[in-house]
């Protein structure tokens, strides 16, 4: 009995150490945005690797979330006669929850994994030491700039998502459903308030800073070689992905728990 | 120890490092003068390595002085170690070039980034470097996964001497590379050292290597320094770890350490 204690103690105090630097560690990296030197370069170049190029795998993620949406509530709703709600079910679905929470799963999938490995290889192959002799902090040239540009990019990508989601749902809707074109428009407009996208858009800031955070930390301690890079990397994803679903919740009960 | 001022460049006294219950660094004291050539020998995991670490504050010693040109450096406040980083150089074993940049980037990377140089200022000075370790214009614009591991010490040479610095730190200068390879980055480790003047402390297992490039030569074991003098007095030190070490024998009193520290 007492080494069941035990063991749930040293797994509380581990949690506590590790919530600890990560803490630290975002915290050191973002007060570096406030001395200079900058590297807007940098930032930007992130911008485009996380942003960018991670367009096409959330664009087709969104295009058929909100197909399947649309069919899904289609069938269910037709139980019950409740046929026009498809459209409004299908934009706040996306603008709330699916547009930044698939959006953030797919971009910690892609980016989140490139962002550790890459780190991760520069810790193990001391390229991260070699910047800090050079007279360059890591944490300013390495951390805040995949911190800034997560955190930039991905509103900007749910955005693009929300509308992308939305029109699947449109084209399954009309073409598929028979929904009249105009009457699926109105039923999308009527009833979605600023507060639906600003809640995505808020989630999507924060999600984009997890799985920047969750790269850049589990990249910049990894050890052991190649094998400490693939943990590393692995550990980053999972990590991203169970908080972005823990702070999902949270977003959503403070947002919309009235 | 002798050094050739009165205060030395590099003074280390007490120091003491652990990993866990490894102790690594147990009380080393140590000097280097001023532009001296000083070469640290010892096995694989006695923690070479984890002292040069230690003097640039890449590693945070639990105990002992670290005092550059003076003064002490150990729990520097960030910004003073920043500052401090500009009077040194290094050249890592692996090379740890920069594999998204290209090469004159990499030679000018702590010119641009860590002194705020302009670029093309930068890549003058990048590309004379280049050429005093013996790479010619049309290597500058390769990627670093393009060269061999011979260029790759090259180039990671120029980076560590691009921006003048005091105090250049060799970690393994000559591990992996051909007899001939090792020997010209040995030429040209000595070649840059006496002609910026500058101070050099590299950390070796390689006996031709240390004999060609060091003033001074002290043994790491254990932790503690337990031998130091001339390079010239080496082979005659009369002690039993040096002698072990450089005639590499098995038998004696080092003892290998299975795992590295």
Known sequence: ?258 | MSTTHSVPKISVRGLCKSFGRKQVLDGLDIDCGRGESLVVIGGSGTGKSVLVKCILGLLHPEAGSIRIDGAETVGLPRAARERLLQKFGMLFQGSALFDSLNVWENVAFGLVRGRGMERPAAREIALARLASVGLGPEVSLLRTAELSGGMQKRVALARAIAAAPEIVFFDEPTTGLDPIMADVINDLIVKCVREVGTTAVSITHDMVSARKIADRIAMLYEGRIVWHGPTADIDHSGNPYVDQFIHGRADGPIKMQVRAA
């Open chain 1, 1 to 258: 009995m007492l080494r069941f204690f035990a063991a749930v103690g040293a797994a509380f105090l581990t949690f506590l150490a590790t919530t600890g630097r990560l803490a630290l560690f975002a915290g050191m990296s973002l007060a570096t945005a406030f001395t200079p030197p900058f590297y807007p370069g940098v930032i930007l170049r992130q911008m485009v690797s996380i942003g960018y190029f991670s367009l096409p795998v959330v664009g087709l993620t969104a295009v058929f979330t909100g197909m399947v949406l649309a069919l899904q509530s289609y069938t269910g709703f037709s139980r019950f006669s409740a046929e026009g709600a498809v459209a409004t079910v299908v934009v706040l679905s996306v603008t709330r929850e699916l547009g930044p929470v698939i959006s953030g799963l797919m971009v910690a999938g892609r980016v989140g994994a490139a962002i550790a490995a890459e780190i991760g290889t520069m810790r193990v192959t001391d390229q991260i030491d070699a910047l800090t002799t050079l007279s360059t902090d890591p944490l300013r040239y390495l951390v805040l700039p995949r911190l800034l540009a997560g955190v930039i990019t991905l509103p900007m990508l749910v955005l693009i998502a929300d509308i992308i989601g939305v029109f699947g749902g449109y084209l399954v809707g009309v073409y598929k459903l028979g929904f009249n074109p105009q009457a699926y428009l109105n039923g999308t407009w009527q009833h979605l308030e600023t507060m639906d996208l600003v809640s995505g858009l808020v989630k999507a800031a924060v999600f984009g800073f997890i799985v920047a955070l969750m790269g850049c930390y589990q990249g910049y301690h990894s050890r052991g070689g190649a094998q400490g890079v693939g943990r590393a990397t692995t550990h980053a994803v999972v990590s991203a992905s169970i908080l972005i679903l823990l702070v999902d919740y949270l977003i959503t009960a403070a947002f919309f728990s009235r």
